[in-house]
């Protein structure tokens, strides 16, 4: 098989354009015509695959979809309008009322409000469990579990759990393991490896190519037996291994609308032919700062994965491509300190997103769990002194530079 970059580069061609283009247009439109009523119906029970409606397929969204299903090597691929677009529609077509998921607090903030302030209203329960502690995971499920929840790198917390222990123990009591795999996408982690069933992306990061558009990815690994899963039974009978994804297909992705848009299908297909390359570059900045960071006199902690200090450290190097991600954080003496230092940076940019091209800094306190109390974000590892650095790809000395300037200041 081709290489990853290879892969990104060429995707699979389904069909000949026949203008012959390099790259499948952008097609902008909400309606396909068909030669005939039959074609119509055939379309519509899913036994043509032909296009009728963009809310519910599209050429250019397809592309991307064939592409990402050839670089996760998974079996099928889903696109929708952004990552919690991807984790939203899963757990719609996996849980009902009445039945619960596992989860940790160490989430992404707007997640963890999906869940609580969200999804719990309508009668979905979620229990907060370590995932660093296995143990803890299987004595939290029962028969109403629909599915663990749990990220690669866990945004700001950066802690990551041993995947595969994890894996046994869902594979065991029969529920599928969801993982946002966001922070390191198919290039750092094949999570079908570890025994992840389905992987959901918010391809707005590293896969657009630098914050070019919005967008999300669901990913079904092909390692799940759906007829285990309660409300996939009966279509499992019918659709077997692709049970999970024509079901979101014909049911909750097409009935809440939740999909991406053709001009930003294009953007992240083109994303996906540097994304190694932006990638690599992003993860070697990263250690380089993390490290400066780290023997500064006005920093009291810093926290990356792939600092030897890290207690993820043997964790991530074991379950990751010797690259840790595109994410630290560093804690300072204050609030105020934070502040401050934001405040007189110069090259890095203000602002919320992670993997961006541009190195971006913000205080998770108060702005991404702003709507938490402070027991709360205590709770979740979020302290007021924390600052999350989203490194990108420019060159590490400038960055350095940006950062001394801005300690001096404190």
């Not at 990104?8 to 439109?29: E, I, N, W």
């Not at 990913?219 to 279509?235: E, H, K, L, T, V």
Request: negative net charge; proline residues 3%; glycine residues 6%.
């Amino acid at each position: 098989m081709n290489g990853f970059t290879t892969r990104a580069v060429h995707g699979v061609q389904l069909k000949k354009d026949v203008h012959g283009t390099l790259r499948t247009p952008v097609y902008d439109s909400v309606a396909f015509e068909h030669e005939s009523a039959r074609s119509l119906q055939l379309t519509f029970e899913g036994k043509k695959p032909a296009h009728a409606y963009s809310r519910i397929s599209n050429p250019t969204v397809e592309d991307f979809e064939q592409r990402m299903k050839l670089l996760s090597g998974g079996i099928a691929a889903l696109a929708v309008s952004s990552g919690m677009a991807a984790i939203t529609n899963t757990l719609l077509a996996l849980a009902e009322a009445g039945s619960n998921i596992i989860t940790t607090k160490y989430l992404f903030g707007n997640t963890l409000s999906l869940f609580e302030r969200t999804m719990k209203p309508w009668g979905l329960e979620a229990r907060y469990v370590s995932m660093t502690d296995p143990a803890d995971v299987e004595s939290t499920i029962d028969n109403n579990t629909r599915a663990v929840f749990m990220e690669s790198i866990t945004n700001p917390q950066l802690e990551v759990a041993d995947c595969n222990l994890i894996s046994e123990i869902t594979a065991k009591h029969g529920v599928p393991l969801i993982m946002d795999n966001t922070m390191m996408t198919p290039y750092l982690f094949n999570t079908a490896k570890s025994g992840v069933n389905i992987e959901v992306l918010s391809s707005t990061k590293y896969i657009s190519g630098g914050a070019t558009s919005v967008g999300g990815v669901i990913i079904d690994n092909g390692n799940f037996d759906w007829s285990r899963a309660p409300r996939m039974r009966d279509q499992a009978k019918n659709a077997g291994q692709m049970a999970f994804i024509s079901s979101l297909r014909q049911e909750i992705y097409r009935n809440v609308g939740a999909c991406m848009s053709p001009h930003n299908a294009y953007l992240q297909s083109l994303g996906l032919e540097t994304m190694s390359m932006r990638i690599d570059k992003s993860c070697d900045n990263s250690i380089k700062l993390a490290k400066y960071l780290q023997q500064h006199n006005k920093v009291r902690s810093v926290h990356y994965p792939g600092l030897s200090s890290s207690p993820y450290f043997v964790t991530a190097d074991k379950q990751f491509c010797n690259k840790f991600g595109g994410l630290l954080t560093f804690n300072l003496e204050s609030r105020e300190a934070c502040f401050s230092l934001i405040d007189s940076l110069k090259l890095i940019r203000r602002a919320t997103n992670i993997n961006d091209n541009k190195t971006l800094i913000l205080h998770p306190a108060s702005t991404i769990f702003v709507e938490y109390t402070e027991e709360d974000r205590k709770a979740m590892g979020v302290t007021p002194e924390m600052l999350r650095l989203s490194v990108g790809i420019e060159d590490h000395e400038d960055l350095i530079e940006d950062l001394e300037r801005g300690l001096e200041t404190l």
